[in-house]
């Protein structure tokens, strides 16, 4: 089983609010990504990173910023909370290298009320 | 919401029986493929992955068969048991597109006791 953790599982907040989503992995891998998901759909990517310091956007349009200051963490913060972000979010992490696979964590539930 | 899940491509399959699941991609110069599992609740797991220059691989009771003629991919399930039971996604990833894996659609795998 993959160790890549994400907190919290379930999140329920109020339009506006500023809220940080967790994640971390304990596999040393350089890359990490951030994918939506809403229930049984396909994944989309947000954001993505290839080691400290390097951040990159994704194939979705997200009003979310990330960061990369360490290698085992990649938080994804929404400045201001709206009823759209409302989804599942999904971290994941792989090993450098164009065929390895992403582990991923087991999701942060997001409701915006 | 979950009313959207409840449409995905759904295979219900005798416990014991085998499973078939197909996919097809469309950008010919994908060059490696990844099948996840998602169960309910959980992030993506990682099941069997297949290069371009390969046209068959096997794992523990799972097989993908890629043929890049009709960009198809599939997954055989051996023996279907009620842990089978999830949401199986395909994925493919090409270097001209910056080596990010972008995932299918899910189909929805039923174990019937």
């Known amino acids: 089983e993959a160790d890549i953790y994400q907190t919290p599982r379930y999140l329920v907040i109020g339009t506006g609010k500023k809220i940080t989503l967790e994640c971390s992995q304990t596999m040393g891998h350089d890359k990490m990504y951030w994918y939506q998901q809403d229930p049984g759909m396909e994944l989309h990517l947000i954001h993505y990173?290839?080691?400290?310091?390097?951040?990159e956007k994704g194939d979705l349009s997200s009003e979310s910023t990330v960061s990369r200051i360490r290698t085992e963490h990649f938080p994804l913060t929404l400045e201001s909370a709206r009823p759209s972000h409302t989804s599942q979010y999904l971290c994941a992490s792989s090993k450098t290298g164009s065929n390895s696979p992403l582990h991923f964590g087991n999701g942060t539930r997001l409701t915006v009320t | 919401g979950e009313s959207v899940g409840l449409h995905l491509p759904t295979l219900s399959v005798q416990e014991g029986d085998n499973s078939i699941i197909n996919c097809a991609y469309s950008n010919s110069a994908s060059d490696y493929f990844i099948w996840y599992k998602q169960e309910s609740g959980k992030g993506p797991q990682f099941i069997i992955d297949?290069?371009?220059?390969?046209d068959k691989r096997q794992g523990q009771r799972v097989t993908v068969l890629l043929n890049k003629t009709v960009k198809h991919l599939s997954l055989q399930i051996a023996a279907t048991q009620p842990g089978d039971s999830a949401v199986y996604f395909c994925?493919?990833?090409?270097?001209?597109?910056?080596?990010?894996?972008?995932f299918g659609g899910g189909t929805r795998v039923l174990v019937k006791p």
């Open positions: 990173s290839y080691g400290v310091n390097s951040t």
């Open positions: 994925a493919e990833r090409s270097m001209a597109a910056g080596n990010k894996l972008t």
């Open positions: 297949i290069r371009s220059n390969m």
